[in-house]
């Protein structure tokens, strides 16, 4: 499991006109959300989203939400709401619908188009899609659902109004407040002092920014910073940012139409989320602006502008292969500027760094969060919550979307306006909405699913601890041969090492002492290869630690003559 609890056991069959909600993923992280109700033997999915690995899931792509507590009941699924186009949102809809390809996806204009872009690269075509926007009502089997707009950092986020007959549930989905965001759409707090007013049975809400005091910064206090790059730069911008932040990109263009600069994207993600963006009209692209990447070496340095991929570092990113410079045709000159316009991702801060370090042993200069107001959060903190609290006054509370510590300071918000019901879960931990109380009712089977390649799932703790004691510790491989007449060693062991910086010889003194031992243990009737083959690698593991304070992966193979 992802997030073990044992002291709860599987949850009792859900009482008639109850709701249950069993969180999948997103309860104890930042990422894979997953969220799946029931009611009255129906299912609904809101969002499926991936997290990304950290460094130590080595070899992993991606990491889906557990789709194993649900697999049974594929066909009682109603529809997949999804609140936005994030990856964390949406990521993960391809491997969900591989397994039941009819399922409704239920999102706005934008939302869908992300997705189907991605069903596209999965080979998924046929899929069924419905449209929906903010002040859209629409049911799928006993769920009523109403769509709310919400502010966020990419357009078109959307919470949900859950209507069953156990009551009424909202989800926030990623939200902010932010009374001036660059789009004009604000969070609609009229439509959620309306369904308050109604009577909110449970509240899910957004848990991100729990922890930060005030209200999130307006995205227009970026301008400035931004406008300051440009105005300063002498030479080639290249401004890296998230492949969804439409708006941030909408800035940047902006800025280059004021300067006289034309603008190319690189990056695969980055040039398809963009060319949507704009078809769909959310991104509005000045006349004569954008160019392909490569053309911009044609123009002078000081009309360049490259957004690019790669704000976190990610090794395969665009902006990653420029810092090393074995990207194809973008190559950092003395006197480049970098805008780094994203905020910094926890686990990604070595990677980010050294990008950052990358381009500046290069001669460029490189703006960041750190120097400068290039980026602020698409999630609502601690004042804007507290606001939302008192304006729904919600009968009960599930903190989501967060680590542990997030949901936690979520949850003291709304105690300390007076809400007594707050309850706080993590993935696998059901929830059960009974007569407008909701409590956990137990929990399910729910672990993180390894994307390895084309392998789904296959992967499991136990390889990656292999990967990691390999990429730490190297391994030793140990031959023996054991003649099956005379039943004495009859060669080696022949031993060989890989990643670390033994010398030959180095096993010399151990190799009579693992000759007796194998000796001894035939002698004392053990005759099992497999038994020999443990026998030699406590030999040798206890040698090497007590000799190199070393603990690697050690391969014995005991071989019958």
């Given at each position: 499991?992802?997030?073990?609890?044992?002291?709860?056991?599987?949850?009792?069959?859900?009482?008639?006109?109850?709701?249950?909600?069993?969180?999948?993923?997103g309860?104890?992280e930042?990422g894979?959300?997953?969220?799946?109700?029931?009611?009255?033997?129906?299912?609904?999915?809101l969002?499926?989203?991936?997290?990304?690995p950290?460094?130590?899931?080595?070899?992993?792509?991606?990491?889906?939400?557990?789709?194993?507590?649900?697999?049974?009941?594929?066909?009682?699924?109603?529809?997949?709401?999804?609140?936005?186009?994030?990856?964390?949102?949406?990521?993960?809809?391809?491997?969900?619908?591989r397994?039941?390809?009819?399922?409704?996806?239920?999102?706005?204009?934008?939302?869908l188009?992300?997705?189907?872009?991605?069903?596209?690269?999965?080979?998924?075509?046929?899929?069924?899609?419905?449209?929906?926007?903010?002040?859209?009502?629409?049911?799928?089997?006993?769920?009523?659902?109403?769509f709310?707009?919400?502010?966020?950092?990419?357009?078109?986020?959307?919470?949900?109004?859950?209507?069953?007959?156990?009551?009424?549930?909202?989800?926030?989905?990623?939200?902010?407040?932010?009374?001036?965001?660059?789009?004009?759409?604000?969070?609609?707090?009229?439509?959620?002092?309306?369904?308050?007013?109604?009577?909110?049975?449970?509240?899910?809400?957004?848990?991100t920014?729990?922890?930060?005091?005030g209200?999130?910064?307006?995205?227009r206090?970026?301008?400035?910073?931004?406008?300051?790059?440009?105005?300063?730069?002498?030479?080639?911008?290249?401004?890296?940012?998230?492949?969804?932040?439409i708006?941030?990109?909408?800035?940047?263009?902006d800025?280059?139409?004021?300067?006289?600069?034309?603008?190319g994207?690189?990056?695969?993600?980055?040039?398809?989320?963009?060319?949507?963006?704009?078809?769909?009209?959310?991104?509005?692209?000045?006349?004569?602006?954008?160019?392909?990447?490569?053309?911009?070496?044609?123009?002078?340095?000081?009309?360049?502008?490259?957004v690019?991929?790669?704000?976190?570092?990610?090794?395969?990113?665009?902006?990653?292969?420029?810092a090393?410079?074995?990207?194809?045709?973008?190559?950092?000159?003395?006197?480049?500027?970098?805008?780094?316009?994203?905020?910094?991702?926890?686990?990604?801060?070595?990677?980010?760094?050294?990008?950052?370090n990358?381009l500046?042993?290069?001669?460029?200069?490189?703006?960041?969060?750190?120097?400068?107001?290039?980026?602020?959060?698409?999630?609502?903190?601690?004042?804007?919550?507290?606001?939302?609290?008192?304006?729904?006054?919600?009968?009960?509370?599930?903190?989501?979307?967060?680590?542990?510590?997030?949901?936690?300071?979520?949850?003291?918000?709304?105690?300390?306006?007076?809400?007594?019901?707050?309850?706080?879960?993590?993935?696998?931990?059901?929830?059960?909405?009974?007569?407008?109380?909701?409590?956990?009712?137990?929990?399910v089977?729910?672990?993180?699913v390894?994307?390895?390649?084309?392998?789904?799932?296959?992967?499991?703790?136990?390889e990656?601890?292999?990967?990691?004691?390999?990429?730490?510790?190297?391994?030793?491989?140990?031959?023996?041969?054991?003649?099956?007449?005379?039943?004495?060693?009859?060669?080696g062991?022949?031993?060989?090492?890989?990643?670390?910086?033994?010398?030959?010889?180095?096993?010399?003194?151990?190799?009579?002492?693992?000759?007796?031992?194998?000796?001894?243990?035939?002698?004392?009737?053990?005759?099992?290869?497999?038994?020999?083959?443990?026998?030699?690698?406590?030999v040798?593991g206890?040698?090497?630690?007590?000799?190199?304070?070393?603990?690697?992966?050690?391969?014995?193979?005991?071989?019958?003559?």
């Amino acid at each position: 499991m992802s997030h073990p609890h044992p002291e709860l056991s599987a949850p009792a069959p859900l009482e008639k006109g109850a709701l249950r909600v069993i969180p999948l993923g997103g309860l104890g992280e930042v990422g894979r959300n997953m969220t799946v109700f029931e009611y009255d033997d129906r299912l609904l999915v809101l969002d499926c989203g991936v997290l990304f690995p950290e460094d130590h899931h080595p070899g992993v792509d991606l990491i889906l939400p557990d789709f194993g507590p649900i697999r049974d009941r594929l066909d009682a699924i109603e529809a997949v709401v999804l609140t936005h186009g994030h990856e964390d949102h949406i990521g993960a809809v391809p491997y969900l619908l591989r397994e039941r390809q009819d399922i409704p996806l239920v999102g706005s204009r934008l939302t869908l188009a992300l997705t189907a872009s991605k069903l596209r690269e999965h080979r998924l075509r046929q899929t069924v899609q419905h449209v929906v926007k903010e002040g859209d009502r629409i049911s799928f089997g006993p769920f009523d659902l109403e769509f709310v707009a919400v502010n966020h950092s990419i357009p078109d986020a959307l919470a949900v109004a859950i209507r069953t007959g156990a009551g009424l549930a909202l989800a926030t989905g990623d939200f902010k407040m932010d009374q001036l965001p660059l789009d004009g759409r604000i969070t609609d707090l009229r439509a959620f002092a309306r369904l308050g007013e109604e009577g909110v049975d449970l509240f899910l809400t957004d848990s991100t920014n729990a922890e930060v005091p005030g209200f999130t910064t307006s995205e227009r206090k970026i301008t400035p910073a931004v406008e300051q790059v440009f105005r300063e730069s002498e030479q080639r911008i290249i401004v890296a940012c998230f492949a969804s932040h439409i708006h941030r990109v909408q800035q940047i263009l902006d800025a280059a139409a004021q300067h006289g600069r034309k603008v190319g994207y690189v990056g695969r993600s980055m040039v398809r989320n963009m060319q949507i963006a704009a078809e769909l009209g959310y991104l509005h692209v000045p006349p004569g602006v954008l160019v392909e990447a490569k053309t911009l070496a044609d123009l002078p340095p000081d009309r360049q502008v490259l957004v690019s991929t790669g704000s976190q570092g990610e090794p395969m990113s665009a902006l990653s292969r420029i810092a090393q410079r074995s990207h194809n045709f973008v190559r950092i000159e003395p006197g480049d500027t970098v805008l780094m316009a994203s905020s910094l991702i926890p686990g990604n801060e070595n990677a980010v760094y050294r990008v950052i370090n990358g381009l500046a042993r290069l001669g460029a200069k490189v703006v960041h969060k750190g120097n400068a107001l290039v980026h602020v959060s698409g999630h609502a903190s601690a004042g804007e919550l507290l606001y939302c609290y008192n304006v729904v006054r919600p009968r009960n509370v599930l903190p989501v979307h967060g680590e542990i510590r997030h949901l936690l300071a979520n949850g003291d918000l709304a105690r300390a306006v007076g809400i007594d019901n707050v309850v706080i879960a993590e993935d696998g931990v059901v929830v059960d909405l009974v007569d407008g109380a909701a409590r956990i009712a137990g929990k399910v089977d729910c672990g993180y699913v390894f994307v390895d390649g084309q392998s789904v799932g296959d992967i499991t703790e136990s390889e990656l601890k292999d990967r990691r004691i390999l990429g730490e510790e190297g391994f030793i491989s140990i031959i023996v041969v054991v003649d099956s007449v005379s039943g004495k060693v009859a060669g080696g062991p022949e031993i060989h090492a890989r990643g670390n910086a033994w010398e030959p010889g180095a096993f010399d003194e151990i190799s009579q002492p693992i000759v007796d031992a194998v000796n001894a243990a035939i002698g004392e009737g053990v005759t099992d290869t497999y038994q020999l083959q443990q026998i030699v690698r406590r030999v040798i593991g206890r040698w090497v630690s007590d000799t190199h304070r070393r603990r690697p992966m050690i391969i014995p193979v005991v071989l019958e003559a």
